[in-house]
T-cell receptor
Framework: DADVTQTPRNRITKTGKRIMLECSQT?????MYWYRQDPGLGLRLIYY???????NKGEISDGYSVSRQAQAKFSLSLESAIPNQTALYFC????????????FGPGTRLTVL | GENVEQHPSTLSVQEGDSAVIKCTYS??????FPWYKQELGKRPQLIID?????GEKKDQRIAVTLNKTAKHFSLHITETQPEDSAVYFC????????????FGTGTQLKVEL
């Protein structure tokens, strides 16, 4: 089945470390997104990309960077992790012809100590 | 940018009762309003959506209503069952190409036996 996958699924790291979260998809969608989920705050958009050459900041991009290596791959980096970046991170994809229905990956639970 | 508010943050109902979750949005240009369900430990998944050219849409036990004048939309679940227990997110978008979703903060629905 065409799907969205994320690696790692769980990660514990220390303050100041560089962390990369990876997302791959086999849906053939051009659009990819990174969200973080915190209790009571919902899903907040970090970065999004509408094609390989397009990168856009979301509402909470500070402290994060992304790389769109191919249509199917979109990575999120935390250059110097801090404890308030502890959260559940979701990658998602969408097809521009579908009114932006989002298909989410399984999530990565990141803990920064 | 768009701002979506969602209420209540938690909702507890008895099995068989109805549940209603309400959202308001700020951007009158928004025209696409999806609802996502996230079961415990799972990824969010689209359960129903509505576009601004209709006022109501139903799919078995779930329905969504939209009031464009008041800029609010609601999710209605009838004859609730234990498997309806989850976090529900509303979202808004201008739809079509080039536009992203803005999510509400989520509602934790618990259906009690």
């Amino acid at each position: 089945d065409a799907d969205v996958t994320q690696t790692p699924r769980n990660r514990i790291t220390k303050t100041g470390k560089r962390i990369m979260l990876e997302c791959s998809q086999t849906k053939g969608h051009d659009r990819m997104y990174w969200y973080r989920q915190d209790p009571g705050l919902g899903l907040r958009l970090i970065y999004y990309s509408f094609d390989v050459k397009d990168i856009n900041k979301g509402e909470i991009s500070d402290g994060y960077s992304v790389s769109r290596q191919a249509q199917a791959k979109f990575s999120l980096s935390l250059e110097s992790a801090i404890p308030n970046q502890t959260a559940l991170y979701f990658c998602a994809t969408s097809d521009p012809g579908s009114y932006n229905e989002q298909f989410f990956g399984p999530g990565t639970r990141l803990t920064v100590l | 940018g768009e701002n979506v508010e969602q209420h209540p943050s938690t909702l507890s109902v008895q099995e068989g009762d109805s549940a209603v979750i309400k959202c308001t949005y700020s951007d009158s240009a928004s025209n696409y309003f999806p609802w996502y369900k996230q079961e415990l430990g799972k990824r969010p998944q689209l359960i129903i959506d509505i576009r601004s050219n209709v006022g109501e849409k139903k799919d078995q036990r779930i329905a969504v209503t939209l009031n464009k004048t008041a800029k609010h939309f609601s999710l209605h679940i009838t004859e609730t069952q234990p498997e309806d227990s989850a976090v529900y997110f509303c979202a808004a978008s201008k739809g079509g190409g080039g536009n992203k979703l803005t999510f509400g903060t989520g509602t934790q629905l618990k259906v009690e036996l």
